[in-house]
């Protein structure tokens, strides 16, 4: 048989054993909405709205976002994600730890993806299971984990969530998990299919579902967990018909490491690389410039959001949280577009939260991380959190309690063994990976342009690897305690 064709019987037989998907209702925006909370001011409603693939730069391009969450509430200056990989940082975010100990390093199952994080029995305790046992609703809305629903059935709702409104990628294609027209969507146990109309961007009818929550929730007593998650700016980085070319011309910024004139101080990865041509640079700015118009639908969105949280007298008791699941380089290094790597540009990702008793303005430069809004919303919401957690909450930087924070952080790399990996202080990084070393001092040298490894100080490099090693199989509690150590 020839593979086309046998390739053809295989997908067939996969889309018979679909669930049927239903039409779609009609597409059109909530009304406005005419729900007041009355709730007396007690646990605080959370949302947390995470793109995909956002870089720290992309945020002098969203400028609702900066105007009504960084200008009125906090910027954490050094937030980081733990292994820049899809699905390993959406796992650490649910379960609030390192990529080491949730399993979860790649995106596709078995080994990874939701089928690897499903299978160890990981959604029996996450973020959602902890805030429900306090008395949240729930609610997730766009995309879960990738790979999602594996082989599974695609009716399939994670324990937890009340509201299930998760993007499932086109029913023609299995496996794609980013769709921005033409896709399925598990509403509640039910499939619904999106087809190709403007109304059906994926962007948008994410916030009108998030619309509608949110305002039938300001007449409930319970207060609401929001995790809401577009695809954008992933590539393809599709964006909304109102913004096609609003950023036209816009190019890739060559920062110092943009095509990287000498890597000769490199590992051989990156050593063997060729400059970077004028044709993969032109197809990089077209990205950039898609990645951009496809975040202003995002920045529409999260405008939607504050203005019914205002209307509906909502906004006063929500926290908001607004971040990336990793981040994205673009020609540094003379890497072309992608992630998984230990560099700036990959795990280095906006946060910021604004909300109650958050003062306007602030800026924090403690060295956070995905593995700690777990914690962060359990302690908000006065949930447990149970002991296999390695992060720590940010209530008491929020709050300027002035609690010991972490002195440095591990980094991990997709499908690499335990020996390997990269720790980051608030000056140095340091990256083991084989007999490869990386060094960098990010105070002289912030674009990682002198690995130092070869010349830095004997006894500085090898704390930094001693301490790397200390944190590779650490655990809760373990976690915490390495991290505040000084080698």
């Known amino acids: 048989m020839r593979p086309k064709v046998r390739f053809t019987i295989v997908l067939l037989a996969a889309l018979a054993c679909l669930e049927p998907v239903v039409p779609n209702p009609a597409l059109v925006p909530p009304p406005p909405c005419t729900a007041v909370s009355t709730r007396v001011r007690g646990q605080p409603n959370i949302l947390m709205l995470l793109t995909d693939d956002q870089t720290l730069a992309s945020m002098a391009f969203v400028p609702k976002v900066n105007a009504l969450l960084a200008d009125r509430g906090a910027t954490f200056a050094n937030y980081f994600v733990t292994l820049s990989t899809c699905c390993p940082s959406r796992a650490s975010i649910l379960r609030g730890q390192y990529p080491h100990n949730h399993g979860v390093n790649t995106n596709l199952g078995p080994s990874g993806g939701f089928p690897k994080f499903h299978a160890e029995g990981f959604e029996s305790s996450t973020i959602a299971t902890w805030l429900k046992s306090a008395g949240y609703r729930t609610a997730l809305m766009g995309k879960y984990l990738n790979d999602y629903p594996g082989t599974g059935s695609t009716t399939y709702v994670p324990p937890g969530w009340d509201v299930w409104f998760a993007v499932m990628g086109p029913p023609w294609a299995l496996g794609i998990d980013v769709a921005y027209y033409d896709y399925v969507v598990n509403e509640n146990s039910t499939n619904v299919r999106y087809h190709v109309t403007p109304p059906e961007y994926e962007t948008d009818v994410l916030r009108n579902a998030?619309?509608?929550?949110?305002?039938?929730?300001?007449?409930?007593?319970?207060?609401?967990?929001?995790?809401?998650?577009?695809y954008a700016p992933h590539e393809p980085a599709t964006p909304a018909p109102r913004h096609v070319g609003a950023f036209a011309g816009v190019t890739v910024p060559h920062t110092p490491s943009f095509n990287e004139a000498d890597v000769s101080d490199k590992p051989v990865a990156i050593r063997?690389?060729?400059?970077?041509?004028?044709?993969?640079?032109?197809?990089?700015d077209t990205l950039y410039e898609h990645q951009l118009e496809s975040l202003q639908g995002v920045d529409d969105m999260l405008q939607a959001i504050v203005d019914v949280l205002t209307s509906t007298h909502q906004l006063d008791n929500t926290y908001i949280f607004y971040s990336s699941d990793n981040g994205y380089h673009m020609g540094q290094h003379r890497l072309g577009a992608g992630k998984a790597t230990i560099y700036e540009e990959d795990i280095h990702v906006p946060l910021v939260v604004r909300g109650p008793g958050i003062p306007a303005g602030a800026v924090y430069q403690q060295l956070v991380a995905n593995i700690d809004l777990a914690p962060t919303f359990a302690e908000l919401a006065g949930a447990a959190v149970p002991a296999?957690?390695?992060?720590?909450?940010?209530?008491?930087?929020?709050?300027?309690?002035?609690?010991?924070?972490?002195?440095?952080?591990?980094?991990?790399l997709q499908g690499t063994g335990i020996s390997n990996g990269a720790i980051r202080t608030g000056r140095y990084l340091y990256r083991r990976v084989g007999t490869a070393r990386e060094m960098y001092d990010l105070i002289a040298d912030p674009y990682e342009l002198q690995n130092i490894a070869l010349t830095a100080d004997s006894t500085l490099e090898a704390g930094l690897d001693a301490w790397l090693t200390q944190l590779k199989p650490c655990v809760g509690a373990i976690c915490r305690a390495v991290e505040d150590s000084v080698f």
Do not use: H, N, Q
Request: hydrophobic content about 50%.
């Open 272 to 284: 063997s690389l060729p400059l970077l041509g004028p044709d993969t640079i032109a197809l990089m």
């Open 210 to 230: 998030a619309l509608a929550f949110i305002c039938a929730e300001a007449s409930d007593s319970e207060p609401f967990f929001l995790y809401l998650t577009p």
């Open 388 to 412: 296999f957690v390695d992060g720590r909450s940010l209530v008491p930087i929020l709050t300027g309690d002035g609690a010991v924070w972490r002195k440095g952080l591990l980094f991990e």
